[in-house]
């Protein structure tokens, strides 16, 4: 089994983004503060909703620092716990290779990374989810830039919206300006 097959699952398919909840972190307090802001901001429709959404995970996230610093603590004892699981004897390098042949009992061998896998697991407890990208700053920056990307483009589509409709209610009411005066109604009081 490789390291890549104990990462965990909801790691493995993307269920945690990084931006929103890392695992361990509190999705009641989050759906709190995300709540308190929906309260403040009160959004009407699904564009602002989606600010809201999007300011309640940066608050998070700001928040929350801390978990990166649990995740990189993590991934340091991990590989502490690993590299002691690991037999230690020495490769033989025959005078023909240039590289290293393993000779030891590949059993023994697995049988060492299945013990310190299950030692990293009870030591870090729940710590031992955020082992996988997720929980990297590199990929928080990543997706912080992507999200600014897009946001900026939204943005320029707004602004387009907004431009267009600005013109039509000009280009409406500079026609309702211009109707023929013999179809306007009469004044009240004039002959």
């Known amino acids: 089994?490789?390291?890549?097959?104990?990462?965990?699952?909801?790691?493995?398919?993307?269920?945690?983004?990084?931006?929103?909840?890392?695992?361990?972190?509190?999705?009641?307090?989050?759906?709190k503060l995300h709540n308190e802001l929906i309260s403040e901001f009160t959004p009407v429709g699904p564009l602002e909703d989606?600010?809201?959404?999007?300011?309640?995970?940066?608050?998070?996230r700001k928040q929350n620092l801390s978990t990166y610093r649990v995740a990189i603590n993590a991934t340091g004892r991990y590989s502490s716990i690993m590299d002691q699981s690991?037999?230690?004897?020495?490769?033989?390098?025959?005078?023909?290779?240039?590289?290293?042949r393993d000779t030891r009992d590949p059993n023994?061998?697995?049988?060492?990374?299945?013990?310190?896998?299950?030692?990293?697991?009870?030591?870090?407890?729940?710590?031992?989810?955020?082992?996988?990208?997720?929980a990297k700053i590199d990929h928080l920056l990543s997706e912080l830039s992507v999200v600014d990307r897009l946001d900026g483009m939204i943005d320029r589509c707004l602004k387009r919206l907004l431009f267009v409709r600005g013109l039509k209610s000009l280009s409406?009411?500079?026609?309702?300006?211009?109707?023929?005066?013999?179809?306007?109604?009469?004044?009240?009081?004039?002959?």
């Open 1 to 31: 089994m490789s390291e890549q097959d104990q990462i965990p699952p909801a790691l493995k398919h993307g269920i945690y983004s990084g931006m929103t909840l890392l695992p361990g972190e509190d999705a009641v307090a989050f759906n």
């Open 50 to 60: 989606d600010i809201v959404h999007t300011i309640a995970r940066l608050t998070w």
């Open 86 to 100: 690991r037999l230690k004897r020495e490769f033989k390098r025959p005078k023909e290779l240039f590289g290293f």
């Open 108 to 134: 023994e061998v697995q049988a060492a990374i299945q013990a310190g896998f299950a030692q990293a697991r009870k030591e870090l407890g729940v710590a031992w989810e955020l082992l996988g990208d997720v």
């Open 172 to 191: 409406a009411s500079t026609s309702s300006s211009k109707v023929p005066t013999q179809s306007r109604p009469k004044e009240l009081g004039a002959a």
